[in-house]
């Protein structure tokens, strides 16, 4: 069964260092998300992504945040300046379709400590 | 925004026993309601969805049941196993919000032999 498939499974980073985290969605798949989890704490929705633009986002999803489809087969979530709080598991998502009709499945993460 | 609830945050039942963990949403316009299972240290894991048009669902030992009205739903074990222990989101989202799951804080379920 194909998978969504994250890199690296662990990074560290200092506090301000811009980390970019990576994703290659399942081929066929049209929309792509990520969400992260804090440890300890519950899912939290960042950002859908559909057609090289932003469909959705979080309060989380400020400034310093941004998505990108740099060709047709990764997805990348960057971080600017890392901040202590930016310490979570982040988890990439893609779906065929949006809604129930295509449930969400979810990459393994990518943990990210931000020191 | 939606906002889940869910109830309890950790549960203990004997191998054997059925395992209820229950979930409210806020927003009457969340039409799917997933489950999802996440083992320590690993990503959550889909184990059974519902939308609004159907009032329960079974899948082999897990079953969930909605109530619109109420605007709660609950997922259901029986015959729990000890590979049953993890810990358990409930989720909420609306078809239009681009697939914006709303979770809920979870629930950790200890099976004891």
């Known amino acids: 069964e194909p998978e969504v498939t994250q890199t690296p499974s662990h990074q560290v980073t200092q506090m301000g260092q811009e980390v970019i985290l990576r994703c290659v969605p399942i081929?066929?798949?049209?929309?792509f998300y990520w969400y992260r989890q804090i440890l300890g704490q519950k899912v939290e929705f960042l950002v859908s992504?559909?057609?090289?633009?932003?469909?959705?986002k979080s309060e989380i999803f400020d400034d310093q945040f941004s998505v990108e489809r740099p060709d047709g087969s990764n997805f990348t979530l960057k971080i600017r300046s890392t901040k202590l709080e930016d310490s979570a598991m982040y988890f990439c998502?893609?779906?065929?379709?949006?809604?129930?009709?295509?449930?969400?499945?979810f990459g393994n993460g990518t943990r990210l400590t931000v020191t | 925004g939606e906002n889940v609830e869910q109830h309890p945050s950790t549960l203990s039942v004997q191998e054997g026993d059925s395992a209820v963990i229950k979930c409210t949403y806020s927003?009457?316009?969340?039409?799917?309601f997933p489950w999802y299972k996440q083992e320590l240290g690993k990503r959550p894991q889909l184990i059974i969805d519902?939308?609004?048009?159907?009032g329960e669902k079974k899948d082999q030992r897990i079953a969930v049941t909605l109530n619109k009205t109420a605007k709660h739903f609950s997922l259901h074990i029986t015959e729990t196993q000890p590979e049953d222990s993890a810990v358990y989101f409930c989720?909420?989202?609306?078809?239009?919000?681009?697939?914006?799951?709303?979770f809920g804080g979870g629930t950790r379920l200890m099976v004891k032999p």
């Open positions: 998502a893609s779906t065929l379709v949006t809604g129930g009709f295509s449930p969400l499945h």
């Open positions: 081929s066929n798949h049209l929309y």
């Open positions: 992504f559909y057609n090289n633009e932003i469909s959705e």
């Open positions: 927003d009457s316009a969340s039409n799917y």
């Open positions: 519902i939308r609004s048009n159907v």
């Open positions: 989720a909420a989202s609306r078809d239009n919000a681009g697939n914006m799951l709303t």
